[in-house]
C-alpha cells in the first residue's frame, strides 16, 4: 500500500502538470487495480506569477516564491515533491536547501536514465534557459555524457514553440515536423539519443516520432515519484 503522499509544485504550464496527474494516478492503479488512485497534492501555480519572478535580474525573488510553495505543499500533506518543470531545476540548489520537504530532481533522474541507457551523447531540447543553462549539462557531465544543443537559431524556434503552443496544450503536425527536423540535426552532429528536457514536448514528441532513442523527462520523473511513494 502507498504510504508517502507525492507534492506537485506545477501550473508552469497546466498542460504538463495534468499530464503528471494522469500518469501518476494510472501507475498506481497498474500497480494495485483499478479501485486505487495516487496519493496527491497538487500545487498549480498561476503561470505568470512564476515567469515574472523569474525574468528578475536577481534570482531571489523567484528562489523565495518556490519555498513557500513547498511549504504549503508540506501544509496540505505531501511527504516529498516534485517540480514539475525541467526550467524551473535551475533555482532548484537554492531552493531545495530551505525547502521543507524531500525532493527528487527530474534532472538527477533523467541523468541516471540516460547513464543506465549506455549512451554517451545525447541531444538535449528544452525552453532557452535549459538549453543554454549548466544544470543539465553538469548532470550528465558528471556521469561521462556528452550534451549537444541545436543552434541559436533553433533554440529560438523550440522555445517559441513551447511558449506559444506546448503549454497551451496546442499541438500541430507543423511543430512537431519542426522538432523532428531540428532533432534530425542532432542526430547528424552525432548525438546517439534526445533528452525531452521540458516536460511540454512529450505532448508532441514521442519515441514513435524520431529515429534514435527518447528520454521522455516527464515520464522518468513520474516513475522515480512512484517508486518513492511506495518505498518503505
Known amino acids: 500500500m502507498q504510504t508517502k503522499t507525492i507534492g506537485l509544485l506545477g501550473g508552469i504550464g497546466w498542460a504538463s502538470t495534468a499530464q503528471y496527474y494522469r500518469i501518476l494516478n494510472a501507475m498506481t492503479a497498474e500497480r494495485m487495480g483499478d479501485a486505487h488512485s495516487a496519493r496527491l497534492v497538487v500545487l498549480s501555480m498561476n503561470q505568470f506569477d512564476f515567469t515574472s519572478r523569474a525574468g528578475e535580474a536577481s534570482p531571489h525573488a523567484i528562489e523565495q516564491f518556490l519555498i513557500e510553495q513547498t511549504q504549503r505543499l508540506?501544509?496540505?500533506?505531501?511527504?516529498?515533491?516534485?517540480?514539475?518543470?525541467?526550467?524551473?531545476h535551475r533555482f532548484a540548489p537554492a531552493v531545495i536547501a530551505q525547502a521543507a520537504l524531500p525532493f527528487i530532481s527530474i534532472v538527477d533522474e533523467t541523468a541516471?536514465?540516460?547513464?543506465?541507457?549506455?549512451?554517451?551523447?545525447?541531444?538535449?531540447?528544452?525552453?532557452?534557459?535549459?538549453?543554454?543553462?549548466t544544470f543539465y549539462h553538469a548532470a550528465l557531465a558528471a556521469r561521462g555524457i556528452d550534451i549537444v544543443t541545436p543552434d541559436a537559431g533553433d533554440q529560438d524556434k523550440l522555445h517559441e514553440i513551447i511558449y506559444a503552443e506546448l503549454v497551451h496544450h496546442r499541438i500541430t503536425a507543423a511543430s512537431r515536423r519542426v522538432f523532428q527536423q531540428i532533432i534530425g540535426k542532432l542526430a547528424a552532429a552525432g548525438a546517439q539519443g534526445v533528452i525531452l528536457g521540458c516536460t511540454e514536448i512529450p505532448l508532441l514528441i514521442s519515441q514513435a516520432d524520431v529515429d534514435i532513442p527518447v528520454f521522455d523527462t516527464t515520464a522518468i520523473h513520474c516513475e522515480a515519484a512512484h517508486a518513492h511513494a511506495f518505498a518503505p
Open 74 to 88: 508540506k501544509a496540505a500533506g505531501a511527504d516529498f515533491f516534485l517540480l514539475c518543470a525541467n526550467g524551473a
Open 112 to 133: 541516471k536514465r540516460v547513464q543506465a541507457s549506455g549512451l554517451r551523447k545525447v541531444a538535449l531540447l528544452g525552453v532557452r534557459q535549459t538549453m543554454s543553462g
